[in-house]
């Protein structure tokens, strides 16, 4: 896959952008047809086959739902859709709509890594690295996993100061392309 480039997904939990977690409120379908219409271009105009998204709710379960829809859609593109979640149980106080939505996404996904079993991204405090264990900073692991492997991040960002406001600077600092796009300006790309 080394002639392809690789995208990740980073983005607020829905609440946060949309003030609901319900996929059917307009403006989450909305946000849904501009990251589709993105995630096309990238395949066609940028020759992206991989993606990698952190199954969070939100943003990160979004974009994986619809690389899923490309890549049924065009079977003969070889399209990868990873899923790199911060632990193993990361669904664990999720309700039943959701934990059910991320199982159909670890059962789907062309690969599946557990940021907080690779040793490089454990922590330097040893009571971060409990393995399946839910720990706030495993998702900044999951966040610099995510950009460590990919060539372009893709955002839903609002601007406000968060994990993925992190995940973006990151992403600057290590000089990697980003996309952004904001839901207080449409969905626009933000400059």
């Known amino acids: 896959m080394s002639d392809y480039l690789s995208v990740g997904f980073t983005g607020h939990r829905p609440n946060l ?3 609901t977690y319900s996929w059917e409120d ?7 047809r501009v990251l589709s219409r993105q995630i096309g271009e990238l395949i066609r105009d940028f020759n992206v086959r991989v993606f990698i998204s952190g199954g969070a709710l939100g943003i990160d379960q979004l ?6 829809q490309y890549k049924l859609k065009y079977p003969e593109l070889n399209i990868q859709n990873i899923l790199a979640s911060p632990f193993k149980n990361q669904d664990v106080k999720w309700n039943h ?5 991320y199982k ?4 789907t996904a062309d690969k599946v890594v ?3 079993e690779l ?13 399946g264990k839910y720990k706030r900073e495993k998702m900044q692991k999951r966040n610099e996993y995510i950009v460590d492997h990919i060539d372009i991040l893709l955002g839903v960002f609002n601007g406000s100061k968060s994990g993925t406001k992190n995940c973006i600077d ?11 796009l904001d839901p207080n300006n449409n969905f626009n790309k933000a400059v």
């Open 119 to 131: 040793a490089e991204y454990q922590s330097k405090n040893a009571n971060m690295n409990q393995i």
């Open 114 to 116: 557990y940021v907080d």
């Open 104 to 107: 159909h996404i670890v059962d």
């Open 170 to 180: 990151y992403a600057k600092k290590e000089r990697k392309s980003t996309i952004i």
């Open 97 to 101: 709509i959701d934990r059910k939505r």
């Open 26 to 32: 307009p403006e989450v379908k909305k946000c849904c």
């Open 63 to 68: 974009a994986y739902v619809l690389v899923h």
């Open 17 to 19: 952008i949309f003030g």
